[in-house]
């Protein structure tokens, strides 16, 4: 998943959080015990739903972040053996772009 996509899905996520949200807050009026224990058990379930969340959204940042250093250290202490990947890489592209047509 590409960076855009991953902020579109945690941001749509978000969104259903608060909505749910929301809407425990609108039948906050409802009365009975059985809905109130029931508003309570899911104002719990997203609240742990939204910790979940942002624990999870900077590990994946962190994670990524690790990553592109990884990777720009290989490079710099292996320039040409990067180079020569990146040719092969770019070549098989080509045959296989070449072929379908």
């Not at 807050?25 to 109130?36: I, L, P, Q, S, Y």
């Not at 250093?69 to 045959?95: C, M, Q, T, Y």
Request: charged fraction near 30%; avoid cysteine.
């Amino acid at each position: 998943m590409n960076k855009s996509g991953t902020e579109k899905f945690f941001s749509d996520l978000k969104t259903v959080i608060e909505t749910a949200e929301e809407l425990l807050r609108t039948t906050a009026h409802d009365a009975g015990e059985k809905a109130a224990g029931a508003r309570e058990q899911a104002r719990d379930k997203l609240r742990a739903a939204r910790d979940q969340l942002g624990d999870l959204e900077q590990n994946l940042v962190s994670e990524a972040q690790a990553q592109a250093k990884a990777a720009d250290h290989f490079v710099h202490e292996n320039p040409w053996r990067s180079i020569g990947v990146v040719a092969g890489l770019a070549f098989a592209l080509g045959v296989l772009m070449g072929r379908r047509r």
